[in-house]
């Protein structure tokens, strides 16, 4: 059992939930956003999977950041529902692989992080959660924005 486990499968669930929801953003959506400040709403998703590869796996693979030019880069950034749910899935198959790959001490290594900081890897994980976890709640509201009802979350939302 490795200390990650519990991240394994609280990230993982949020991974599938945002790929779901992001498989039902109409084709006439894709870019649309709440007012002009906001980021798309096909962006919003593809942002996880960005962060998980560009961000995340490679501080953890100790491989130089290159923050924020990986988010504007148009080669990183999907065109369609389908390529973003895609590319965030494989993402976190990617991470979760390298992950699972290394020694069991791995968790409670230091790396650089954005700006200089160093986390240990543990930490370094559980930040990507939580950010998974903020934009999967813009997503929903996104999504309820435009008369969409997103994948249950919690287990106790009832559909209409």
Known sequence: MSVLDPYYMRNGKVVEGLASAVEQIPDDKILWTPCEKSIPWIRLIDHTGIAMRHLILKALKEE?????????????C??????????????????????????ED????????????????????WFNYEH???HRGQAWIYARMNGITPPAIWGSE???
């Open 132 to 134: 998974n976890v903020h």
């Open 64 to 76: 130089p950041l290159d923050v924020p030019a990986c988010f504007f880069d148009e080669s990183n």
């Open 106 to 125: 791995f968790p409670k290594k230091e790396v650089a992080f954005t700006k200089g900081r160093k986390m240990t890897v543990e930490q370094a994980v």
């Open 158 to 160: 009832q559909p209409d």
């Open 78 to 103: 999907a065109k369609t529902p389908k390529d973003a749910a895609k590319a965030l899935r494989d993402a976190w198959q990617e991470l979760k692989s390298f992950l699972e790959s290394q020694p």
